[in-house]
């Protein structure tokens, strides 16, 4: 049997729970059991297509305030079975709050999000499911969805948040600096109060209908303070063209980029980027990225130039609650004013984990540092500066709102600089919404 897009469906089976309860939510489990006859009744209807009969006898059991993990598997596939697979997604993902290691559920789950069109949310299972064991001709299907995924479907990403910033104008904490051997106090360091705005940050991947191997993507970032002193706005856009063989991925595309501060124009110029995908494994994958972007400064012209980027990610998933993303990029800004050139080598590394009542907990870590190429035209030295930045974020998949979940997550980035009048800290907070996992 196929589905949306020639792929192969999944077949059915039933959820098998512990005969000995080993757990607090096992006890809950045994204590609301419907009767065996009755499960497998309703199985027995779902397998026959019987989908009418098979919601009714069920509908006493998925009524209890604690649900059995069969019914709640059970009640999933009677809404796949019609079709209305947000409601399906709705009780695997229950499912998974209980027990983030159930790997049938999780599996169901990811076809459901396929199903909704949800590609983002249906990439993020597959691959947690491939971390698991599963026989080999599910791993082909699901290897399928996820090739389809990345080469041929549309997916977005939004992250909306309210924002609280200790920084948001990178200002320096130093309380004095030395220009040609003098000292010089500061009349203006970092405010000692956090500023509060809003942030969005969206990215969208549109193959054209008419031929998927072409695709235009989008990639938009909007920062908004009080009174406009650090507003940003960046929107890029490009086209290209994809090329997928059975392990790779390789596209190349071109556009440009647009890039306002505090109500100006700050830089504009055309991107292009050649990037590949390997699939190493089923739990590891690379991701291997060149890009180019021009960088055009209506107001600045000395630092006009072109800034120069590859970048070498991994995705490791060592099992279906978790993941690691580790990865490292060189940069390389070209400007017409030897003092404005530098090279930036950085590194990071990004841990995720799924817990119970789905929560989601992350943290990132990412250490970078910039070597600029000649003086400083104020302090006579070359630059160099070294940032270190930590975020930690959660995430509750439990709460949907329009597909997206809450998000909290708490930065500090500390940038060192061997001009005192670069240095800076920072810490920020931001709530809001997202759709990245």
Known sequence: MLCAGGLPAFSTAQVMVPGNPSSETEMLD???????????QVAALVEAGQFEQARRLLTFPRMQPNPHLEVLFL???IYAGVGDFRAAADEFRLMLVRDASLLRPR??????????????GASYHFQQVMAGDIPNDVRAKVQGFLSAIREKLPSYSLTLDVVSDSNP???TNSKTVNIGGLNYRLSTTAPDKSIWGA???GSANLPFPEDPLWFVRMNVSLTDFPNKDVDQHYLQATAGRRWGWEDNTLSVEAGAQHFNYRGRTLYRGSVWRLSEFWQQSGQSSWQTTLQGAQQTYPEFAYQNGWQYTVTLENQFVPSPESRWKTGASFGLNQTRELPYTFSSPSVYVHYMREWEQGLISGIRLQVTQSDYRGNDPFFGVKRHDNEQRAEIDLVNRSWQFSGMSPRFLLG???HASNAALYKFRRAYVKVGLTREF
């Open 169 to 171: 104008k990178q200002s």
């Open 107 to 120: 599996l169901e789950l990811a076809h459901a999000l396929f199903m909704a069109r949800d590609y983002e």
């Open 412 to 414: 500090y980035i500390e």
């Open 30 to 40: 045994l204590l609301v059991t419907p009767a065996p006859d009755l499960l497998g």
């Open 75 to 77: 009640s999933g596939r």
């Open 199 to 201: 942030a969005l940050i």
